[in-house]
């Protein structure tokens, strides 16, 4: 960055991990800027062993204090629930787990800027990934009178080497000098890996990667059947047990880690431009997704449920690219949650070696008719009808035969333009 254009900075909230580049970010902050800094910590579910010793942390590497919030239920109830009830999945596998859950860090960071006093924020995300966008659109959206700043795009920064040293120069304790073969990202919903082998796609990940789930090999060799219990499309009990939103995911993340239940293998496209390829440990939220999706099945007329397929994808784009506080999300949330009302009800499932089979499911509002459905039934559906149906719903392509016209427009005969030609 040009030095003429750095902003005039007093104070700064730092999305604060607690790992070696934020740490190194809050001397770097103060001694370039000249600032002081305030270190916020989300608790979004990434586990105690990453939040023990924050706040000393913090204040070691030279922030002012250090604000914790616990955002789990909240992550849970307002973020999570509505993303499944909307269906949204991107690219057909990823379940959104990191996208997701950077507006609500972002929404807590400007609070806790208000809070404060202060006038900027600042991120650890680097400039070729997504977390930047949706850092700083959120922050545009809810205050864009905060000024933003981002170390990884201004920084000489470019290794774990650098880090250390830069580490070493300000005083900071680092525990490890040696970076684990893959970065990471955990919380509620899920848990990413990228980075070491999973540089090249070829590569098969490696049992030792994974964390949250069993593999499928080494699953029990007998299935266990979990219960979901869903009120107007959200989730609220267990195994007949009722649960706050966090619980229930932190519930069926245990029993569908232990049955080897959502791992996916995905090479995605970056909203910068670039692809990635990552695995995801998703347990819970994948036996949620088919659950309510087989609920969704039993309750929704067709018309209704297929156009919501078609908004679930703009929903994990909308999601994914950072947009979630704006009209179109609020928008597509209000059709959503208009569709919600019958997803009332119970699903059975069980859970075998990786896999989540359907055993059993209904609800008060079920359009399901046994008697409709029968073949022998003829006083609730006459199927004599049928064939005025057919005739009716056939018509264009009966007509396109009788004019001698291929099936296929690729097929169709070329005009001879030589009939319009002129002497």
Known sequence: MNPQSKPQVKKVVLAYSGGLDTSVIVPWLKENYGCEVVCFCADVGQGDEDMRGLEQKAINSGASQCIIHDMKEEFAAEYLFPMLKAGAVYEHKYLLGTSVARPLIAKHLVDVAHEVGADAISHGATGKGNDQVRFELTVMALDPRLKIIAPWREWSIRSREDAIAMAAKYNIPVTATIKSIYSRDSNLW??????????????????????????????????????????????????????????????????????????????????????????????????????????????????????????????????????????????????????????????????????????????????????????????????????????????????????????????????????????
């Open 190 to 423: 899920h848990l990413s890996h990228e980075g070491g082998l999973l540089e090249d796609p070829w590569n098969e990940p490696e049992e030792s990667m994974f964390q949250m789930s069993t593999s499928p090999e080494n699953a029990p060799e007998e299935g266990a059947y979990v219960e979901i219990e869903f009120e107007s499309g959200n989730p609220i009990a267990v195994n007949g047990e009722k649960l706050s939103p966090a619980k229930i995911v932190e519930t069926l993340n245990a029993i569908g880690g232990a049955h080897g239940i959502g791992r996916v293998d995905l090479v995605e496209n970056r909203l910068v431009g670039m692809k990635s390829h990552g695995v995801y440990e998703t347990p819970g939220g994948t036996i949620l997704l088919y659950a309510h999706r087989e609920l969704e099945s039993l309750v929704l007329d067709r018309e209704t449920m297929h156009f919501k397929e078609m908004v679930a994808v703009k929903y994990a784009e909308v999601t994914y690219n950072g947009l979630w506080f704006t009209p179109l999300r609020e928008a597509i949330d209000a059709f959503v949650n208009s569709t919600q009302g019958p997803v009332t009800g119970l699903v059975r499932l069980k859970l075998y070696k990786g896999n989540i089979i359907t055993a059993g499911k209904k609800s008060p509002f079920s359009l399901y008719r046994e008697d409709f459905a029968t073949f022998g039934e003829e006083d609730v559906y006459d199927q004599s009808h049928a064939e005025g149906f057919i005739r009716l719903y056939g018509l264009s392509m009966k007509v396109r035969a009788m004019n001698g016209l291929p099936v296929s427009g690729l097929d169709m005969p070329k005009p001879d333009y030589s009939k319009f030609k002129r002497d």
